[in-house]
C-alpha cells in the first residue's frame, strides 16, 4: 500500500466520520438544529432528546457504521500495516466530534467544529476489528447507563471495554497487540469532547437519564424514621 492510498484512506475515514447524522436526523424529522437543543451535540442521546427515540435510535446505528466502514475499506485496500486498521476508525471519531460540514464562527470570528462525543463511533471502529467486541461493550455500556445513569460514563466505558477487550486478544495471539492503542487513543478524543461531563461529574451535578435505576432511586421519596 504506497502512501497516497494511505492517506486517501485517512482522508475518507475523516469525511465518513464527519457525516453529521444526528443533524440530518434530527433536522428531518423535526425541523431542528440538534445544535441548538441541550448539549448541542449530533450523536444518538442528543438526538433522542430533539427528536424522539427514534432519533436517537436511527443517529447511532449511523453512527456506529461509521466508525466500521472505514476499518473495512482499510481492509478492502489490502493494507499490510497493522496501525492503517486502527488509524482509519481513529479519523472517524475524530470527524464525527470535530465536523467540518458543522463549522461555524464565534462572536469573535473563531471557527468552531461541532460533532459529538464518539461514542457509537467507537463502538464501530472496534467491531470492525472484531465483530465479537460489540457483544461485549453493548452489554457493559447499557448496564452502566441504566445502572448508574449517566450517559458519559457510559460513553467512556465503551472505549476502555475496548481497551480490555484488545489487551487480552492481544495476550492470546489473537490480535496485534497495536489494536490496544485503538481502545487508548479512542479514550482520550472521548474524554477530550466529553470535558464539560467530566468536570460536571466531579462536582456531582451530571445529570441522570430519567430510565436508570439511579433516577428511579432519586425519585422514591425518602421516609423519615426518626
Known amino acids: 500500500m504506497g502512501f497516497l492510498q494511505i492517506a486517501s484512506l485517512l482522508v475518507v475515514s475523516y469525511f465518513i466520520g464527519a457525516i453529521p447524522n444526528g443533524w440530518i436526523v434530527v433536522k428531518l424529522k423535526t425541523g431542528k438544529d440538534i445544535r441548538e437543543v441541550e448539549s448541542g451535540r449530533t450523536g444518538g442521546t442528543n438526538a433522542a432528546r430533539a427528536g424522539g427515540f427514534s432519533a436517537g435510535a436511527v443517529t447511532s446505528v449511523a453512527d456506529f457504521f461509521k466508525g466500521a466502514v472505514p476499518v473495512w475499506l482499510a481492509l478492502w485496500a489490502g493494507h499490510h500495516y497493522d496501525w492503517v486498521a486502527i488509524a482509519c476508525p481513529l479519523l472517524a471519531i475524530l470527524g464525527h466530534n470535530y465536523s467540518i460540514f458543522l463549522a461555524e464562527r464565534d462572536v469573535n470570528g473563531r471557527l468552531h467544529l461541532k460533532g459529538g462525543a464518539g461514542g457509537a463511533t467507537c463502538v464501530g471502529g472496534a467491531f470492525g476489528l472484531w465483530p ?84 428511579k432511586r432519586q425519585k422514591r421519596p425518602q421516609h423519615n424514621h426518626a
Open 132 to 215: 465479537g467486541s460489540l457483544l461485549i461493550i453493548a452489554p457493559v455500556s447499557m448496564a452502566i447507563l441504566f445502572g448508574l445513569g449517566y450517559a458519559s460514563v457510559a460513553t467512556l466505558s465503551m472505549a476502555f471495554t475496548s481497551i480490555v477487550i484488545f489487551a487480552v486478544r492481544a495476550v492470546l495471539g489473537l490480535d496485534p497487540p497495536i489494536y490496544v492503542l485503538y481502545g487508548v487513543f479512542a479514550e482520550f478524543l472521548l474524554m477530550w469532547a466529553l470535558r464539560p461531563n467530566i468536570k460536571r461529574l466531579s462536582q456531582g451535578t451530571e445529570r441522570v437519564i430519567e430510565v436508570s435505576l439511579r433516577a
